[in-house]
């Protein structure tokens, strides 16, 4: 083997495993991103009472609406940042067992992810065709807007 095959052979092979790292990571990560549509309008405007409800008082979606200096904002760019790369089901996981965090009342599993759903609706992210799913928020990393 001349030298430069070799080294053709040994790029060839550094890339065949950058695939599989990257390939394996998804099997146990995520698929897809916030900007894939990956839940149904008509699941986030049924979370918007109990948002308004049970959330708002917290938690605006942008600076602007922030009143209270300890309110967190779950939108805009620091909420996108804190969220980058994260996956929705570390949200839904976040929102079910912490929150309301004033102990005022209790979320369910499938509120929760209608919660995400209608969080990811406020900061503009397209809908889709399929609902968001407890299982399938593993799967969808939260991504800066297209
Ligand atoms: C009494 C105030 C309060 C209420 C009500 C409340 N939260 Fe929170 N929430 C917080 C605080 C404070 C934090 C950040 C610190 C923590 O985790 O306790 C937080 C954190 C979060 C986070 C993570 C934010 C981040 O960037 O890390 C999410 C998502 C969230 N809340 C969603 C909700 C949802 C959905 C509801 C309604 C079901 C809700 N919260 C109700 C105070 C509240």
New binding site residues.
Partial sequence: MSSKTSLLVGATFALATTIALASGSAQDGATSTSNDGVYTKAQADRAKA??TK??A???PFNVAAKKKP?D???GDEP?VK??DGRTLAE?LT??VM?????G??E?SDA??VD?VAY?LQQNGYPAGSRPLTRAGASGVVLKPRK
């Fill in positions: 109990q948002y049970m959330c008082d917290c938690h300890d967190v904002l779950l909420f804190a969220w949200m976040t929102i912490t929150m309301p965090n004033d005022s009342g979320v509120e929760g919660l969080i």
